[in-house]
Each structure stands twice: as structure tokens, then as C-alpha cells.
């Protein structure tokens, strides 16, 4: 069994930061790719950012230049430092880890306020 566990989420006002973080533990894990996703009310899932088992990253155009994602040298524990935040990035954050198959965490809140 493989578990992810995010953390970090709140309320912030535009122009504000948030960092989350991301622990995955469980089914003694070598390093895997990670990614964080988002979803907003009402609307589909979609892709954040990406960071494979050597620390190569890829991002949504729009967070590119905003978010950054890291993670644990041989670990999988990711963060995403988010900076100028807006509106539009409000919405429930999700963690995943790629093993077969995705697995995802329960997500953390993130709310901008204008």
C-alpha cells in the first residue's frame, strides 16, 4: 500500500505564497515520479507540475514562472512553493506518486482571496 499525506494549504490574499508539502510512505518505495494537480469547484482536474526520480520538473503554463516544484534528494517527499498567487489558483491540491498506477493524497485546500 502506498500512502500520500499533503499539507501546507490555507488562506491567502493575491499576491500572497503558500508552500505544500507532500510525504508519500508505504510498499518500501524506491524513488518514483511525483506530481501535484488541482481541482476547483465544480470543475475536472488539472495538472500542476511534475517532477521525475532525478529532479527534472515540467509545469502548466499557467503556474510557470509562479510555482516551483521540489522534492527530497532519494525520497519521495515533494513541496510546491507558490508565489503571486491569484484567484484562479484557488482550489483542492492533490499529490500523486506514479507506481503502476497513480495514487493520490487527500488533498489540501488552497483559497485566494482577492
Known amino acids: 500500500q502506498v500512502q500520500l499525506v499533503e499539507s501546507g494549504g490555507g488562506l491567502v490574499q493575491a499576491g500572497g505564497s503558500l508552500r505544500l508539502s507532500c510525504a508519500a510512505s508505504g510498499s518500501a518505495l524506491s524513488v518514483k515520479p511525483m506530481a501535484w494537480y488541482r481541482q476547483a469547484p465544480g470543475k475536472q482536474r488539472e495538472f500542476v507540475a511534475h517532477i521525475t526520480s532525478d529532479g527534472t520538473t515540467n509545469y502548466a503554463d499557467s503556474v510557470l514562472g509562479r510555482f516551483t516544484i521540489s522534492r527530497e534528494k532519494d525520497k519521495n517527499t515533494v513541496y510546491l512553493q507558490m508565489n503571486s498567487l491569484e484567484p484562479e489558483d484557488t482550489g483542492v491540491y492533490y499529490c500523486?506518486?506514479?507506481?503502476?498506477?497513480?495514487?493520490w493524497g487527500q488533498g489540501t485546500q488552497v483559497t485566494v482571496s482577492s
Open positions: 500523486a506518486l506514479n507506481f503502476v498506477r497513480t495514487y
